[in-house]
């Protein structure tokens, strides 16, 4: 267990809809990561935030949308969903701003199904 | 810009067997860790074993050592005595600025 919570594990709806996945970091740990795993592909780094602050961004739609909360819970937004967002979105969350210094924890990830 | 190269789609190891999965990479950062993640059917990202750049020494832990040579910025990882719980992808990851980058993977098979 990596301390890093995600919900829901599983989420099925429709094209077209708006789905809100949740991420609870490791205690202790300001950075939350977000990524996202295509179908027997790599991970795809999607945006970043460090303590409230988004800090950096990666290949993310302009349908996704992210933020952290003050508690450093983080949500990640998707809107006008299409078929092509079935995927598994991954969160991870380290101590520090820098991933070259810090190990990254990952949650179990929830696995988004749109039909 | 920062890249990862895991040149092995696929690789078949007998159990008990020894078998060695590469990594290359390209990094600005000067002071890193190097990762290897291990991603069974479940799908959860489980880390195998971590190297930080400025050691020179490998890393080992338990089965899983690395080969790390950091001029040539090669960081490959041996499975040694496989087991069937080793099945898996395996994915190398190196920081880039803000973010880990992974390699596309390598999917591991073991041979009862």
């Known amino acids: 267990d990596s301390g890093v919570t995600q919900t829901p594990k599983h989420l099925i709806t429709a094209t077209g809809q708006r789905v809100t996945l949740r991420c609870s970091p490791r205690s202790g740990d300001l950075s939350v990561y977000w990524y996202q795993q295509s179908l027997d592909q790599g991970l795809q780094f999607l945006i970043q935030?460090?303590?409230?602050?988004?800090?950096a961004k990666g290949n993310i739609l302009e349908r996704f949308s992210a933020q952290q909360f003050p508690d450093l819970h983080s949500e990640l937004n998707l809107s006008s969903l299409e078929l092509g967002d079935s995927a598994l979105y991954f969160c991870?969350?380290?101590?520090?701003?820098?991933?070259?210094?810090?190990?990254?924890?990952f949650g179990p990830g929830t696995r988004l199904t749109v039909t | 810009a920062q890249t990862v190269t895991q040149s092995q789609p696929e690789m078949s190891v007998q159990e008990a067997e020894t078998v060695t999965l590469s990594c290359t990479y390209d990094t600005s950062e000067s002071d890193y860790y190097l990762f290897w993640y291990k991603q069974p059917p479940s799908r959860q990202m489980i880390l195998v074993i971590r190297q930080e750049a400025y050691k020179q020494q490998n890393a080992t832990e338990n089965r899983f050592s690395v080969n790390f040579q950091k001029a040539a910025k090669s960081f490959s990882l041996k499975i040694s005595d496989s087991q069937l719980g080793d099945a898996a992808m395996y994915f190398c990851?190196?920081?880039?600025?803000?973010?880990?980058?992974f390699g596309t993977g390598t999917r591991l098979k073991v041979l009862a």
């Open positions: 991870a969350s380290s101590v520090g701003v820098n991933s070259g210094s810090y190990e990254q924890y």
């Open positions: 990851a190196v920081p880039g600025t803000y973010k880990y980058i």
């Open positions: 935030y460090y303590n409230g602050e988004e800090r």
